[in-house]
């Protein structure tokens, strides 16, 4: 069975520091475009990042909220997916999702063409 578990979520004080998990199983996390997601209480979901294949490596994207303090990577060997988010604000709380998919690089943003989501890990940063 595909899963993606999401973990590393937590409380953090403002300008603090967190590493979120997302860990896949039943499929190759490389196969696939990795993204993460989040949605705050009374909003909609909103794209974070993405990471995919490009060439013989990877290729990073951002959303400009958090474009230079998150950063988003994987471990092959661990078939893993991290989200390292530094300086942290409270407008980043929220829950959040990491999905795999195959979307044009066009549409990276749009959660409806991912194929499978994480269950979501809480980030709250507050003083």
């Known amino acids: 069975d595909v899963q993606l578990q999401a973990s590393g979520g937590g409380l953090v004080q403002p300008g603090g520091a967190l590493r979120l998990s997302c860990a896949a199983s039943?499929?190759?996390?490389?196969?696939?475009?990795i993204s993460w997601f989040r949605q705050a209480p009374g909003k909609e979901r909103e794209w974070v990042s993405t990471?995919?294949?490009?060439?013989?490596?990877?290729?990073?994207y951002y959303a400009d909220s958090v474009k230079g303090r998150f950063t988003i990577s994987r471990d092959n060997a661990k078939n893993t997916a991290y989200l390292q988010m530094n300086s942290l604000r409270p407008e980043d709380t929220a829950i959040y999702y990491c999905?795999?998919?195959?979307?044009?690089?066009?549409?990276?943003?749009?959660?409806?063409?991912?194929?499978?989501w994480g269950q979501g890990t809480q980030v709250t940063v507050s003083s």
């Open positions: 999905a795999r998919g195959r979307p044009p690089l066009g549409s990276i943003t749009n959660g409806g063409l991912y194929y499978d």
């Open positions: 039943g499929f190759t996390l490389t196969s696939y475009t």
């Open positions: 990471i995919r294949n490009s060439g013989s490596g990877s290729a990073t």
